[in-house]
């Protein structure tokens, strides 16, 4: 939501803490008259939900387990199961303070979980509770819409839901999941199937230093230019807004910044080639017994909170999903979701530039770039209950409705766009002038008229309301109770960034 610098002061900290309070209450009545005014409309049936499915596997209805509902992405897949004819039961992890998530509150879930976390109770507990709760509800499908933090637990309790449930699970095993969510055996991965188009090279300890700047010497002598891009290949969000830079050009600066670099705990570091394109994508696929059955991609950025979809007609989208479709056939008889981000090469050449594509991670989970499936989720519904019928349902599915509006977080716009430019100026702690806040404020003006917010839908209008009005106030008044410091925040998928 907002970025703040870690030397900032505790009383700056405070007071942007403080504005981002005020500024939720203020709008209040806002959002408490448009939320009323939406329920008042469903309850006078002038305003109702699409019309659903009426779906029967088996001879009844699908019943279907959705977690990681606090996030949108979460709360899309339930709307878009209960859209597509299922009776959908949601869960995430209990917070211990009321667990006051978006989708719990949807009108498309009948009931709510509040799972033990793993990393608080251990995985036995946790793995316990859901296949209980799978039992107990009779559920068909899991449709795991895992977070960064627990994408190997979630993997391990699919494997236990299959060997103790009847329950299909839409989540890739554990060894994929280790492979992918791992950006060095992403990358030894993408080499072995011939589809890499970054260099790229493994750090695993200090003593590995100077053998690894030699054999870059080796393998790059006629490119001594070209610079690498220092990424811990685990899941660690402290260093991934600092993503230090190194060139042979100056070994001694290279060495220097690879031995200030933390090995601890069986850390691992990759190197990868610097693309400075300035273009960015990210995909979102559900994959089926290996095969691609929806997928959709869009611009990305560090911290996504705009989607468009691209034109899938375009050289880059239809180049991406090759490389999906190939990834996915090559990892085998895997079902989850999968998104990669890639960055586009420009070469000069007689005819004109010509563009690759270079992959530089892969979320092994659900992408917020889901909700760019909106207007299609009884489609999209089809496309996860075939985990069930076991008969594919059409061809794949492409993120395309008669609408190309773009897709943002009101809260955010409201907060970075306006409410934080405005502070960059006074305050002098951005690179803010006049003129850019104008283009900022025109920005958040045009996104609130055109654009979509995945969280706001008349006939549900609950979700949008605690998000913004409970949710993230509770959230950043505990923060300021427990002294937590924090740089970040990602509306969309519920995450605080320490500072």
């Known amino acids: 939501m907002m970025d703040l610098?870690?030397?900032?002061?505790?009383?700056?900290?405070?007071?942007?803490?403080?504005?981002?309070?005020?500024?939720?209450?203020?709008?209040?009545?806002?959002?408490?008259?448009?939320?009323?005014?939406?329920?008042?409309l469903q309850t006078l049936h002038i305003r109702q939900a699409p019309r659903r499915h009426v779906r029967n596997i088996g001879g009844s209805q699908p019943r279907i387990l959705v977690t990681g509902v606090k996030m949108a992405k979460?709360?899309?897949?339930?709307?878009?199961?209960y859209l597509g004819g299922c009776d959908?039961?949601?869960?995430?992890?209990?917070?211990?303070?009321?667990?006051?998530?978006c989708g719990r509150f949807s009108r498309s879930i009948r009931k709510f979980f509040a799972l033990k976390n793993p990393a608080v109770y251990g995985i036995e507990a946790y793995i316990?509770?859901?296949?209980?709760?799978?039992?107990?509800?009779?559920?068909?499908?899991?449709?795991?819409?895992?977070?960064?933090?627990?994408?190997?637990?979630?993997?391990?309790?699919?494997?236990?839901?299959?060997?103790?449930?009847k329950c299909k699970v839409f989540q890739f095993d554990e060894s994929t999941v280790s492979t992918l969510d791992n950006k060095f055996e992403?990358?030894?991965?993408?080499?072995?199937?011939?589809?890499?188009?970054?260099?790229?090279?493994?750090?695993?300890?200090?003593?590995?230093?100077?053998?690894?700047?030699?054999?870059?010497?080796?393998?790059?002598?006629?490119?001594?230019?070209?610079?690498?891009?220092?990424?811990?290949?685990?899941?660690?969000?402290?260093?991934?807004?600092?993503?230090?830079l190194i060139s042979l050009q100056d070994e001694a600066h290279a060495e220097q910044t690879l031995s200030n670099l933390d090995f601890s705990n069986g850390r691992q570091w990759i190197l990868q080639e610097f693309i400075d394109s300035g273009e960015e994508y990210c995909t979102h696929a559900l994959i089926i017994k290996g095969e691609v059955r929806a997928f959709t991609a869009c611009p990305s950025a560090s911290v996504l909170m705009h989607y468009q979809r691209l034109d899938t007609k375009s050289v880059l989208y239809n180049k991406m999903l090759e490389f999906t479709i190939n990834y996915a056939s090559g990892l085998g008889d895997i079902t989850g979701h999968?998104?990669?981000?890639?960055?586009?090469?420009?070469?000069?050449?007689?005819?004109?530039?010509?563009?690759?594509?270079?992959?530089?991670?892969?979320?092994?989970?659900?992408?917020?770039?889901?909700?760019?499936?909106?207007?299609?989720?009884?489609?999209?519904?089809?496309?996860?209950l075939?985990?069930?019928?076991?008969?594919?349902?059409?061809?794949?599915?492409?993120?395309?409705?008669?609408?190309?509006?773009?897709y943002y977080w009101m809260a955010h716009d409201l907060v970075v766009l306006v409410a934080?430019?405005?502070?960059?100026?006074?305050?002098?702690?951005?690179?803010?002038?006049?003129?850019?806040?104008?283009?900022q404020i025109l920005l958040a003006i045009r996104n609130l008229c055109t654009w979509r917010d995945p969280t706001f839908v008349w006939w549900d209008p609950l979700p949008w309301f605690v998000l913004n009005h409970l949710f993230w106030p509770l959230e950043l008044i505990l923060a300021t109770y427990c002294g937590l410091r924090w740089k970040e925040i990602n509306v969309s998928t519920a995450k605080i960034f320490k500072a």
């Open 5 to 40: 610098k870690c030397g900032d002061s505790t009383i700056l900290h405070s007071c942007r803490t403080i504005l981002i309070l005020i500024l939720s209450g203020v709008f209040l009545p806002v959002s408490g008259t448009i939320t009323l005014f939406a329920i008042a």
């Open 74 to 81: 979460g709360l899309f897949l339930a709307r878009t199961m």
């Open 88 to 101: 959908i039961v949601a869960g995430d992890f209990d917070d211990g303070h009321g667990n006051i998530y």
């Open 128 to 165: 316990s509770q859901v296949v209980n709760i799978v039992n107990f509800e009779r559920i068909d499908l899991w449709i795991s819409c895992s977070g960064v933090a627990t994408a190997v637990e979630d993997a391990m309790l699919a494997n236990a839901i299959e060997r103790k449930t």
């Open 186 to 244: 992403f990358m030894k991965k993408t080499t072995e199937l011939k589809l890499a188009n970054v260099k790229w090279y493994a750090l695993s300890s200090l003593n590995g230093i100077r053998i690894l700047l030699k054999k870059m010497r080796k393998t790059t002598k006629d490119e001594l230019d070209v610079r690498y891009m220092i990424k811990s290949a685990n899941m660690d969000d402290a260093s991934r807004g600092s993503l230090p």
């Open 338 to 384: 999968m998104s990669f981000d890639f960055l586009v090469r420009y070469r000069s050449t007689e005819n004109g530039f010509i563009g690759t594509l270079a992959p530089i991670e892969c979320n092994p989970r659900c992408h917020t770039a889901t909700v760019l499936f909106e207007g299609l989720e009884q489609e999209l519904a089809d496309k996860y």
């Open 386 to 406: 075939e985990c069930l019928t076991r008969v594919p349902a059409g061809q794949l599915l492409h993120a395309t409705t008669e609408s190309e509006s773009g």
């Open 420 to 439: 934080g430019s405005l502070w960059g100026l006074l305050f002098g702690t951005a690179d803010v002038n006049r003129s850019s806040l104008v283009q």
